[in-house]
């Protein structure tokens, strides 16, 4: 079965900086990809998705995800995080004959300093 | 509505109680997902739907809990004689079709806490 792993449970950056979130998935064939965000008492918001094509994914505000086939990764990256980042990042992969099914990763909690 | 609807958004009762989780999906989406979100099992498929029916159900925990869709809307999460490890945040999303390429909308959840 796909899984994902989400290495870093929290990460702490400064307003202004570029964050990376990294993300490893388990799967044999070409995977679909996904990155969610969950602010406190919200549902998961779509940041990006992966399923074919140019490997580097354009999502919103302002992030970007890289799929490297090699690493099995998919990592997220912001070049300048904004107070308003700060949120739960899930990764996840889809499972099932037509890829409906997401796996999460267990999440990465981004905190921004001031 | 605009959105995935769920309701309520907060449920406490007692263990052995039976519970009801109500999801009203985006209008004109077939599909209809259940998911699990908890702190010790982190984000976890329960069900989905395909219209009426439910063709995969090995995600969900027990035979405690079932699901249903009617209409090809509403979708109702039943757990019955809940237990203390059912306490969790159950999402529901929905999409246009089946597909994995299809985006799925979440809704904002429904926070169960079993006493």
């Known amino acids: 079965a796909q899984s994902v792993t989400q290495p870093d449970i929290h990460i702490t950056v400064s307003e202004g900086a570029s964050l990376e979130l990294r993300c490893n998935y388990s799967?044999?064939?070409?995977?679909?990809l996904f990155w969610y965000v969950q602010s406190p008492g919200q549902g998961l918001q779509l940041l990006l998705k992966y399923f074919s094509g140019d490997t580097l994914v354009q999502g919103i505000k302002g992030f970007e995800a890289e799929f490297k086939r090699s690493q099995s990764s998919f990592n997220l990256r912001k070049p300048s995080v904004h107070w308003s980042d700060a949120a739960e990042y899930f990764c996840?992969?889809?499972?099932?004959?037509?890829?409906?099914?997401?796996?999460f990763g267990q999440g990465t909690r981004l905190t921004i300093n001031p | 509505g605009a959105g995935v609807s769920q309701s309520p958004s907060n449920k406490v009762t007692e263990k052995g109680k039976d519970v009801e989780l109500r999801c009203d999906p985006i209008s004109g989406h077939t599909a209809l997902y259940w998911y699990r979100q908890s702190l010790g099992q982190g984000l976890e498929f329960l069900i989905y739907f395909q219209g009426n029916s439910a063709p995969d159900k090995s995600g969900l925990p027990s035979d405690r809990f079932s699901a249903e869709r009617t209409g090809g809307s509403v979708s109702t999460l039943t757990i019955q004689r809940t237990q203390q490890e059912d306490s969790a945040v159950y999402l529901c999303?929905?999409?246009?079709?089946?597909?994995?390429?299809?985006?799925?909308?979440f809704g904002a959840g429904t926070r169960l806490s079993v006493l």
């Open positions: 999303a929905s999409s246009l079709e089946l597909a994995g390429r299809r985006r799925q909308y």
């Open positions: 799967y044999g064939a070409t995977p679909y």
């Open positions: 996840a992969v889809g499972q099932g004959q037509g890829a409906q099914k997401l796996v």
